[in-house]
């Protein structure tokens, strides 16, 4: 059967069954428009033609459905809307299998763990701050007692490093390592991750005893300094400026062979928890670890790397060209170490480091070794064009991330609609009729047009809900049970932006704050609440009177 026949035959169905559920006054005009099909021309065009029919003929459906008590026109002719009436049934029967349907949505694990995520939206309206996570607080407090009660120092670290509570991270994370001294890397981890607390400087030394040739534990040390000043208000102009305990931090960081942010061994941790306790949440699969590096490294490295270009430079003049030398090479290596961690002003730094090394050994009468470095500076040039294409490239594709988030996040919210309207419906129906027998409730056109709506948006709500997870479900499982991370980094930001309520963000070109959200939201919560108090007290204030009315009439 070809396309086309299979249009013709479609657009022929859907006008019969538009037909058959129709009021008697508008089965006349139905045939009429089944009749002209046969002379539309094109089968596409001719399936157009019976959506716009069968369209009209559902809505004045509808409106019989809604409506069977006027002298409407649409039904004035028809028995077909009394009780138990052909409509009727048709919608009641549409409206359970809809319901049925969403509820077999959660035999499926993928889905209930859809629901889920679908909920952490609701979590900053609870729990306002700028710290907050979308976390299952519940699991990690189970967990954590059973690692206290095992002595299980790696799950207390996988706690430490997923808690949203920056006194109770730091807490686990010094029972994990003082359980398992093997853990100190994870003080690498929760102190980037939080940046500032009172342990961080032991930390650091730590961390130095524990990885001496890795530049991270310099970095930390360099951050807390800067938030120190910002603290005290007491910020250098410049990196010249800066404290010797600074300068010495970056100077250490800057000798280090390596930078190792410890994102493997995290990895390992959370496989490792993941299936030693049977861990399937989402929010625990990927990682909180928003930062690879503290989050003042781009910035200290840059200014520190163009410090050393100066004083090379000074030397350079002075005729001290080992000692330049040794200044710009500092400045190759640590920006080679650093790798996109550095961002664009560490490329720059690193482009004019090269440029002084040719310029230096074209001085020193070295041409070939000139001509590298200068291609070097060039190749340090469309490494950054090159960065800049990869930055847009992540961006396009968190694009898609993001949409499919804002389809998890709106179907979450119409499912939670739906349910309330159907419960709402139910509550309604059994409170008129007074019983709980099937046969006794006989819903009101309008309560069965409010079901047979609620039923229908939690259906396709369920379908969307299903399918924007699916993918992000399918990146989970095979990192639990293969290790393999693709995708990894998807996941973790389609979590984040399931964690920002609907309505908050960047909203048509205008940014609106989580915090100022939830201000708007409980405000239209309050004064929702305040309409409803008066409307309740304005009807008990009424009825009184009429009643009074009445009596004085009769």
């Not at 930390?203 to 120190?228: C, G, K, M, V, Y």
């Not at 490329?347 to 004019?352: I, P, S, V, Y």
Request: glycine share 6%.
């Amino acid at each position: 059967m070809t396309a086309g026949s299979f249009a013709r035959r479609l657009a022929t169905f859907l006008l019969e069954w538009a037909i058959s559920l129709a009021p008697t006054d508008t089965i006349e005009w139905g045939n009429a428009v089944l009749g002209e099909l046969h002379q539309v021309e094109g089968d596409w065009s001719a399936l157009l033609w019976a959506i716009g029919g069968a369209g009209m003929l559902l809505k004045h459906t509808l409106v019989a459905v809604i409506f069977p008590g006027r002298n409407h026109p649409l039904s004035s002719s028809s028995n077909l809307f009394r009780k138990g009436g052909t409509v009727r049934k048709t919608v009641t029967y549409a409206t359970t299998a809809c319901i049925v349907a969403s509820l077999l949505f959660l035999l499926a694990p993928v889905f209930r763990m859809a629901v889920h995520v679908s909920l952490a939206q609701w979590s900053p309206l609870l729990h306002v701050s700028p710290f907050d996570r979308p976390e299952p607080a519940s699991r990690l407090e189970v967990l954590k007692r059973k690692a206290i009660q095992k002595h299980d120092g790696e799950a207390l670290a996988f706690v430490a490093v997923h808690s949203g509570d920056q006194s109770e991270s730091v807490r686990l994370a010094e029972e994990a390592v003082r359980l398992n001294p093997g853990l100190t890397w994870v003080y690498g981890v929760v102190a980037v991750d939080w940046s500032f607390f009172p342990q961080i400087e032991r930390w650091t030394s730590a961390l130095q005893t524990f990885d001496p040739e890795n530049a991270l534990s310099h970095l930390i040390a360099a951050e807390r300094i800067d938030i120190e000043q910002i603290e005290n208000r007491k910020i250098p102009r410049n990196a010249r400026e800066e404290s010797a305990e600074w300068k010495n931090a970056m100077a250490a960081a800057f000798q280090s062979p390596k930078l190792n942010t410890y994102s493997k061994q995290l990895e390992d941790l959370n496989r490792t928890i993941l299936l030693r306790y049977q861990i399937n949440d989402p929010f625990l699969i990927s990682t909180n670890h928003f930062y690879r590096v503290p989050s003042y490294t781009a910035t200290d490295s840059s200014r520190y790397a163009e410090l050393l270009l100066e004083d090379g430079k000074s030397r350079e003049d002075q005729g001290d060209r080992k000692s330049a030398f040794e200044h710009y090479s500092a400045v190759v290596r640590f920006a080679q170490t650093l790798g996109e961690n550095g961002g664009f002003p560490m490329a720059k730094c690193l482009r004019d480091a090269f440029q002084r090394l040719g310029s230096l050994s074209e001085k020193e009468g070295n041409s070939q070794q000139a001509e590298l470095y200068s291609f070097l500076a060039k190749t340090a040039d469309s490494a950054g064009m090159e960065e800049t294409f990869t930055v847009r490239s992540q961006l396009d594709s968190e694009e898609v991330t993001r949409w499919n988030a804002l389809l998890a996040r709106a179907s979450g919210v119409a499912l939670l609609l739906s349910g309330t309207v159907l419960l709402i419906c139910v509550a309604s129906l059994v409170v008129r009729r007074r019983s709980l027998q099937l046969a006794a409730l006989q819903p009101s056109g309008m309560t069965l047009a409010f079901s047979f709506a609620g039923a229908v948006t939690a259906l396709f709500s369920s379908i969307l809900l299903y399918i924007s997870y699916r993918p992000y479900a399918e990146i989970a499982q095979r990192f639990i049970h293969t290790g393999d991370n693709t995708g990894l980094a998807d996941l973790s930001k389609f979590l984040g932006y399931t964690g920002i309520p609907l309505g908050a963000g960047w909203v048509s070109g205008k940014y609106l704050s989580v915090e100022r959200f939830a201000f708007y939201f409980w405000s239209a919560v309050a004064g929702l609440c305040v309409l409803v108090l008066m409307f309740s007290i304005l009807r008990f204030l009424i009825r009184p009177n009429a009643r009074a009315a009445n009596r004085l009439d009769g």
